[in-house]
C-alpha cells in the first residue's frame, strides 16, 4: 500500500525541483491528493499538469473528471470525462497496450463513479 503523505511529499519535491518541467510530477500529485480525498487540492494541481507542456492527456482528464464528481460538479465532471475519452479516440491507442493499461483502469474507475456505460474502443 503506497503511503499517500509520503507521495504528495516526494511529487511536491520534484516539481519543486523541476518547477513546470514535468506535467507526470502534478499529475501523480494530483492524483495522491484525489485518493487522499483532498478534492480540492486534487483539481488544483490536475489542472496545472494540463497546462504544462505534454499534461493534455487523459490520465489527468480522468482524475479531474472523478474529482469535480466527488465534490459535486457533475458538469464539470461530465466536461473532463468527454475530453478523456476524446483524447482515447484521437491518440489510437492500440487494443493490447489498451487492456490493462493506466488509462484503461482509470476509465473504468472514472465510468463506474459516474454511473456511465463502459463502451470499449
Same mark, same amino acid.
Given at each position: 500500500? !503506497?503511503?499517500? #503523505?509520503? &507521495? ?5 519535491? /520534484? ?5 513546470? +518541467? $514535468? ?29 504544462? !507542456?505534454?499534461? #493534455?492527456? &487523459? ?5 479531474? /473528471? ?5 465534490? +459535486? $460538479? ?48
Amino acid at each position: 500500500m !503506497v503511503n499517500l #503523505e509520503i &507521495a504528495m511529499e516526494l511529487l511536491r519535491k /520534484a516539481n519543486e525541483i523541476d518547477p513546470g +518541467g $514535468d506535467w507526470i510530477y502534478l499529475c501523480g500529485l494530483g492524483a495522491a491528493y484525489y485518493r487522499a480525498s483532498q478534492w480540492g487540492e486534487a483539481i488544483t494541481e490536475l489542472t496545472k499538469s494540463t497546462e504544462l !507542456v505534454g499534461g #493534455e492527456h &487523459a490520465t489527468n482528464y480522468f482524475f479531474l /473528471a472523478m474529482a469535480h464528481w466527488q465534490s +459535486g $460538479d457533475k458538469t464539470a465532471a461530465a466536461n473532463w470525462y468527454k475530453k478523456a475519452i476524446e483524447w482515447i479516440q484521437k491518440s489510437n491507442v492500440d487494443t493490447e497496450e489498451w487492456l490493462g493499461s493506466l488509462i484503461h483502469d482509470l476509465y473504468l474507475e472514472a465510468a463506474e463513479l459516474m454511473g456511465i456505460k463502459v463502451e470499449e474502443f
